[in-house]
Nanobody, 111 residues
Framework: QVQLVESGGGLVQPGGSLRLSCVASGSFFSSFAMAWYRQAPGKQRELVAR???????NYAESAKGRFTISRDNAKNTLYLQMNSLKPEDTAVYYC?????WGQGTQVTVSS
């Protein structure tokens, strides 16, 4: 059973940047698409970005041009670089692989 552990969240001012990381336990990390989702208070969980095994990516409209998803298969690690953060990016961010979810990391964008 794979485990996903996120880190890197925190409090940042509008316009700032954060880099989230997700370390996956077990083998075959490179064989699976990985994704970042987020859930804001009172809202449904939504896809932020996905990266496929060939490193192709797709993004939610809200993330395009500001966020970059990447992976390091040698380190079993997924990343989300978030730039130009806005208050509406405030949410718990989750790492996902198929039906497995991490515990989430809180991102708060506020002055």
């Amino acid at each position: 059973q794979v485990q996903l552990v996120e880190s890197g969240g925190g409090l940042v001012q509008p316009g700032g940047s954060l880099r989230l990381s997700c370390v996956a336990s077990g083998s075959f990390f490179s064989s699976f698409a990985m994704a970042w989702y987020r859930q804001a208070p009172g809202k449904q969980r939504e896809l932020v970005a996905r990266i496929f095994t060939n490193s192709n990516t797709n993004y939610a409209e809200s993330a395009k041009g500001r966020f970059t998803i990447s992976r390091d298969n040698a380190k079993n690690t997924l990343y989300l670089q978030m730039n130009s953060l806005k208050p509406e990016d405030t949410a718990v961010y989750y790492c996902n692989r198929m039906s497995t979810w991490g515990q989430g990391t809180q991102v708060t964008v506020s002055s």
